[in-house]
């Protein structure tokens, strides 16, 4: 049986017991926890395995997760492609604010805003 608790970075105190019932192998000696399930933190799961109907068995084991914030998908122009030929006074729209994407929010959420814009006049040819 599987238990998941939260704990204080600071003081590596337990502070809570995350509920693991919408989990679907709760019982398996393999969790998978979905996407998007937990939030950031640290977190301490711990297995137990008891055999016999008298605890003949009982044994756990415990893990620490961190879960972090994901970096950013940057892309500048559709698909994100990383080479754009075009020829003489062909115009290149480049639009990180539509194409980049945050993949720690869902799909139907807003995505990305532009935070920080710098104009240069170099160009790699």
């Known amino acids: 049986m599987w238990k998941c ?3 204080d ?8 017991i995350v509920d693991l019932s919408a989990m679907t ?11 998007m399930t937990l939030a950031y933190g640290l977190y301490r799961f711990t297995l137990r395995v008891q055999l016999g109907s008298s605890h003949l068995f009982d ?3 415990s893990t620490y997760v ?6 950013i998908i940057a892309r500048i122009v559709a698909n ?19 194409y980049s994407i ?14 920080h814009c710098v104009h240069s006049s170099h160009f790699l040819l």
């Open 80 to 98: 994100g492609m990383s080479e754009i030929t075009r020829g003489a006074n062909s115009l290149i729209t480049l639009s990180p604010e539509r």
């Open 66 to 71: 961190r879960i972090t914030e994901s970096p």
């Open 59 to 61: 044994a756990h084991q």
């Open 25 to 35: 192998q709760v019982d398996s000696a393999v969790l998978s926890v979905p996407a």
């Open 102 to 115: 945050d993949p720690d929010l869902k799909a139907t959420a807003a995505q990305v805003t532009l935070k």
């Open 5 to 7: 608790e939260t704990v």
């Open 9 to 16: 970075e600071a003081t590596g105190q337990l502070t809570s």
